[in-house]
């Protein structure tokens, strides 16, 4: 079955240091893979994509995320959080051949000062 | 552009009530969604159109709601009657080829 997991319902994080978030999903097709963060009383946000090419791919607010094939993973990542890095972060995965995402639980992100 | 637009962002109804949340998806994209977010559940995918047409209406909870999509740049989102568990945040997103969704700022729902 199709699924994305985020094993981590929050993550509390200093200000100043770095940040890995988990994402691994199961799917049968080559991926589309999205990161989308979620301000507190906001709409989601795309962060960053990957389709194809460079595994490593670079986002919006400093955030970047590594697609690893053979683990199944997408881990988002940041070398220096700040405090409006507080919010809620989303993985999801799609294909090419339909339009419709399957969305992770997603992480709380707590800032600590 | 101005994005996905949602309206009314905020509606608070009694239970037995219609309730209609409408959104206007970005101007050229093929694909649109309605998404409901709750605590217990989380993000859940209702239904999506392509084209002006449903596609996967599986999401959608009960008879009581209903989607239409009449033109490219507006569709509703009815909940009749409604009932207090169908408080919510409800988000409509658009999408370009290739899948990224592109969210609105979300109808908060309360039914009391």
């Known amino acids: 079955a199709q699924s994305v997991t985020q094993p981590d319902i929050h993550i509390t994080v200093s200000e100043g240091a770095s940040l890995e978030l988990r994402c691994n999903y199961s799917y049968g097709a080559t991926p589309y893979l999205f990161w989308y963060v979620q301000s507190p009383g906001q709409g989601l946000q795309l962060l960053l994509k990957?389709?194809?090419?460079d595994t490593l791919v670079q986002g919006i607010k400093g955030f970047e995320a590594e697609f690893k094939r053979s683990q199944s993973s997408f881990n988002l990542r940041k070398p220096s959080v700040h405090w409006s890095d507080a919010a809620e972060y989303f993985c999801?995965?799609?294909?090419?051949?339909?339009?419709?995402?399957?969305w992770g639980a997603g992480t709380k992100l707590i800032i600590k000062p | 552009d101005a994005g996905v637009i949602q309206s009314p962002r905020h509606e608070v109804t009694e239970m037995g009530q219609e309730v209609t949340l409408r959104c206007k998806p970005i101007s050229g994209h093929d694909y649109l969604f309605w998404y409901r977010q709750t605590m217990m559940r989380g993000l859940e995918l209702l239904i999506y159109f392509n084209n002006n047409v449903p596609i996967d209406d599986s999401g959608m909870p009960e008879d009581r709601f209903s989607a239409k999509m009449p033109n490219a740049s507006f569709s509703t989102l009815k909940i009749q009657p409604s009932e207090p568990r169908d408080s919510a945040v409800y988000f409509c997103a658009s999408s370009v080829p290739g899948g990224t969704q592109y969210f609105g700022p979300g109808t908060r729902l309360l039914v009391l």
């Open positions: 990957y389709f194809s090419g």
């Open positions: 999801a995965v799609g294909a090419s051949s339909n339009y419709q995402l399957i």
